[in-house]
Each structure stands twice: as structure tokens, then as C-alpha cells.
């Protein structure tokens, strides 16, 4: 470890320390290094941080540990994996989070550099948070440093929303829609009766790992072409007179096969992935996966349910982030025609 005044010489400090920092800057001792250098960054943008290191005159006090965190407006905490083991940042953030029920306002940010979300503790899951290997990671570090403090009136705790949001797309959806799409598929087949094709008579509901929903497969996998549309309901309900229900028929081209699908992306998921990215939810990039998973089961145990057997035409399809969605989905439809599904 380098002494203190060399580091000092290091950053470039801004703002009037003895009003208040706009960042204390915690870090583990092990990780002094990389969170010197963010400091730098930090500085060179114009906000005033507090590094212990550097700044704490009378060595290092807890009682003055704890008073720097009051006059500082954010808490940044470094956090990687030797985070975990250190006293001081468990510490940290149980003060903070302390603080934080006093006062009513947010104030810890954290930065995850080589550690995975789900490494967090439970406690603090739901705090704003930037992993330095997303892409212009440090813009995002500074958004969130700059912006207002967030009351903690506002942050909406998670918990499980798979569940609830499974079982609203089942009866606000798919319960509606399932009846029909056989015999709308049968229509299909036999006004396009020349094309040989592979066509299962079921809805295929894609559930991508990043929960990314795009408006149209073809904008994900160049095999994949949209064909055409077609109305499977139109019903009166919760006010809305005229409700139209449309899916969508897209074709697969592999090889000398040509495959077509009704599918779709599950929106659920749009909406998960819209609260990560809003961050006001608290879900996290490892919690929307979690959820995601969790979204499947339970659909799944939905659609398997007795009372909805009448209505087997339902697969839902898990798309990884580095599988063509083509390959996923011929794979899907030839299992379904090893397993019996008509085809025309």
C-alpha cells in the first residue's frame, strides 16, 4: 500500500471539505488501488469525495468514520469479492442503511466490480447499483451520484412479482386466446394448402434470459420472417367495448425446411425488464433473472393445471442470450413433431 501523501498527489480534489462531501467513497482495503482511481474520476467531474486514506486527519476513528458518512450527500461503496469479508463495509452499510430509515432518504450507491449481483446481501438488493462491466459504466456511476436523493417512500419493494404476473397473463390473456389458435391455424393451413411446411397447432411463448422483448422476431434472427397476423378474439372487457385479441404467424427458414409458428414474447417480461431498467422497483439484473425462471414455473404450473388441459396449446420457450432464436424454436417444433404434433 502506497503512504498517504503519495496518494494524495494522485487525485485532484475538488469542493470545500469543511462543508460536507458530495461522496464518501468506502472501500476495503485490499481494493485501495482501483477505488483511488475511481475517486480520481469522481473528483475530475466536480464532485467533492471523502477517502479515508487521504482525508482522515487524526487517523483512523470510527466516531469520525461515522460522522464524514453524515456530512457526505452519497455513500459509494466499491464492492467486489473481498467486500464480503471486510468488517468495515458491513458496517458501513448497516450505518447507511440506518441513516437511511432516519432520515427517510436513499444515500448508498454501489459499485460492483468483478462480483456478481447476486452476491449482494439480501438487505441492500434494492439499492441503485452499476457493475463496471456494463458499457460506459462510469456515465452511469455519475447519473446516479448526481442525481436527487431518492425517498425512501418511493422505492417499491420487489418480493416475488413473477407469481402475480403469471397468473394475470394467464387470465387476462392466454385463457382468452388458447381456444382459438388451433382453429385458427387449421384455417391458415388450409388457405395455403400448396406450401409444405411444418406447422404445430399451438402458441409458442418466449421467455429471453435478458428479458429484452423486441416488437418483431425478425429484428432478432434474420431466419425468422413475419408472415402475417390474424384476429383470434374480439370481446367486450373491464370497460374496454371491441377488444381485439391478434397473433402473430411467423416463418422459419432452415435449410431446405420451411417451419412456421404463431409465437410471441411473454409481455410480463417486457414489464420486468422495463423495472430493472427504471430502477424505482429495486429488481436487480440478477433478481430479473431469478424472476424470469420463477415467471416460467409458474405458468407452467398454470397451464398444467386440470382445468386448463382443454386448452393444450400452449409451450413456452426459455431463449438464451447465445442461441439464435431460430435455432431454439426449430428445435422446439421438431420435439413437439417427434411427440405427435400435427403438422400439414
Not at 501523501?5 to 485532484?12: E, Q
Not at 460536507?20 to 482501483?34: Q, R, W
Not at 388450409?190 to 422476431?217: E, Q, T
Request: aromatic fraction near 12%; proline fraction near 3%; hydrophobic fraction near 35%.
Amino acid at each position: 500500500m502506497e503512504a498517504i501523501g503519495s496518494l494524495h498527489d494522485k487525485v485532484y480534489h475538488f469542493g470545500n471539505p469543511s462543508k460536507g462531501y458530495d461522496v464518501y467513497v468506502a472501500y476495503c482495503e485490499k481494493d485501495i488501488e482501483f477505488a483511488l482511481e475511481i475517486t480520481k474520476h469522481i473528483e475530475k467531474e466536480g464532485l467533492s469525495c471523502y477517502f479515508k486514506d487521504r482525508d482522515e486527519e487524526n487517523g483512523f476513528i470510527l466516531e469520525n468514520l461515522c460522522t464524514e458518512i453524515l456530512k457526505s450527500r452519497f455513500i459509494l461503496i466499491i464492492f467486489t469479492e473481498d467486500s464480503l469479508k471486510d468488517c468495515l463495509i458491513k458496517f458501513l452499510i448497516l450505518q447507511s442503511l440506518h441513516y437511511t430509515l432516519d432520515y427517510g432518504l436513499l444515500t448508498l450507491v454501489f459499485l460492483l466490480h468483478n462480483i456478481d449481483g447476486e452476491n449482494l446481501p439480501k438487505e441492500v438488493q434494492f439499492v441503485p447499483h452499476v457493475f463496471t462491466s456494463e458499457n460506459n459504466y462510469f456515465r452511469k456511476l455519475m447519473e446516479k451520484l448526481k442525481a436527487p436523493k431518492v425517498s425512501i417512500d418511493n422505492l417499491l419493494p420487489v418480493g416475488n412479482i413473477s407469481s402475480g404476473l403469471a397468473w394475470s397473463f394467464y387470465y387476462g390473456y392466454l385463457k382468452l386466446i388458447l381456444p382459438e389458435i388451433p382453429v385458427q391455424i387449421d384455417k391458415w393451413i388450409s388457405r395455403n394448402s400448396s406450401k409444405k411446411c411444418y406447422f404445430p397447432k399451438r402458441i409458442y411463448i418466449l421467455l429471453p434470459i435478458s428479458g429484452s422483448c423486441h416488437s418483431s422476431l425478425s429484428e432478432v434472427d434474420k431466419n425468422i420472417e413475419f408472415v402475417e397476423t390474424f384476429a383470434t378474439r374480439e370481446i367486450h372487457r373491464a370497460g374496454n367495448m371491441h377488444r381485439k385479441y391478434q397473433n402473430t404467424i411467423y416463418k422459419i427458414c432452415k435449410g431446405d425446411k420451411e417451419y412456421y409458428s404463431v409465437c410471441e414474447y411473454a409481455s410480463p417480461l417486457k414489464t420486468m425488464f422495463e423495472m430493472e431498467s427504471g430502477q424505482i422497483a429495486g429488481l436487480t439484473k440478477s433478481a430479473l433473472i431469478k424472476q424470469i425462471h420463477l415467471f416460467k414455473k409458474k405458468l407452467s404450473e398454470i397451464l398444467n393445471h386440470k382445468d386448463c388441459k382443454p386448452y393444450d396449446c400452449c409451450t413456452l420457450v426459455i431463449c438464451p442470450n447465445d442461441i439464435l432464436l431460430s435455432d431454439v424454436l426449430v428445435e422446439q417444433i421438431e420435439k413437439d413433431l417427434k411427440d405427435g404434433e400435427s403438422f400439414s
